[in-house]
C-alpha cells in the first residue's frame, strides 16, 4: 500500500507543476502578442490593397447587393397585393403567400365557454391550442387575425 501511495505525486507537486506550466505560457504568450499583432497590420495592409485594386468589382457587388433586397422587397409586396386584391395564394411555383392564422380572445371568455362546452379543454386555464385548433372560428367572442407573408422559392 505505502508503494503506491508513494508512486503518486502529491496535491501539492500537482500544484507547483501547474503554476510553473501556467507560468512558461504566459510567458509565451507574451512573446507571441507582438507576433500577432505584426501579422494583423500586413493583412489590414493586404486587404486595404485588395480593395482597392479591386473597387470597382467591390462597389458592383454592393450596388447589385442593395438593388436585389429592393427588388425582393418590392416583389414581397406585390405578392401580398396581388393576394389582396385576389385572394390567390399562388402566382407561379416560385411565389405564393403563405397565410397563417392565429385567435385573439381573452382567455376568460374561453374558459367559460369551454366549461360549458368542451370542459376537457380546461387544466387550470384553456388549452388554448385545442382551442384555436377545434373551436375558436366559431365563437363570437374571438376575433380572426390572418397575417400573409409572402413566398419566394427556387430562385
Not at 500577432?36 to 450596388?63: C, K, M, N, P, W
Not at 396581388?82 to 392565429?102: G, M, P
Request: net charge negative; hydrophobic share 45%.
Amino acid at each position: 500500500m505505502q508503494d503506491a501511495a508513494l508512486a503518486k505525486p502529491d496535491i501539492a507537486t500537482l500544484k507547483a507543476a501547474y503554476i510553473e506550466w501556467k507560468a512558461v505560457a504566459e510567458k509565451w504568450r507574451e512573446t507571441i502578442k507582438p507576433l500577432d499583432d505584426e501579422l494583423q497590420i500586413v493583412i489590414e495592409a493586404t486587404e486595404r490593397g485588395h480593395r482597392e485594386r479591386f473597387l470597382d468589382s467591390y462597389q458592383a457587388f454592393e450596388s447589385a447587393e442593395k438593388s436585389a433586397i429592393r427588388a425582393e422587397s418590392d416583389l414581397r409586396a406585390a405578392i401580398l397585393a396581388h393576394y389582396e386584391t385576389t385572394h390567390e395564394k399562388t402566382i407561379d411555383a416560385n411565389l405564393s403567400v403563405q397565410v397563417r392564422t392565429s385567435f385573439e380572445y381573452v382567455i376568460a371568455d374561453a374558459v367559460a365557454w369551454a366549461e360549458t362546452n368542451a370542459p376537457v379543454l380546461i387544466k387550470r386555464s384553456v388549452d388554448a391550442k385545442a382551442f384555436e385548433k377545434n373551436f375558436a372560428e366559431s365563437c363570437d367572442f374571438v376575433a380572426k387575425i390572418e397575417k400573409p407573408s409572402a413566398v419566394i422559392k427556387g430562385l
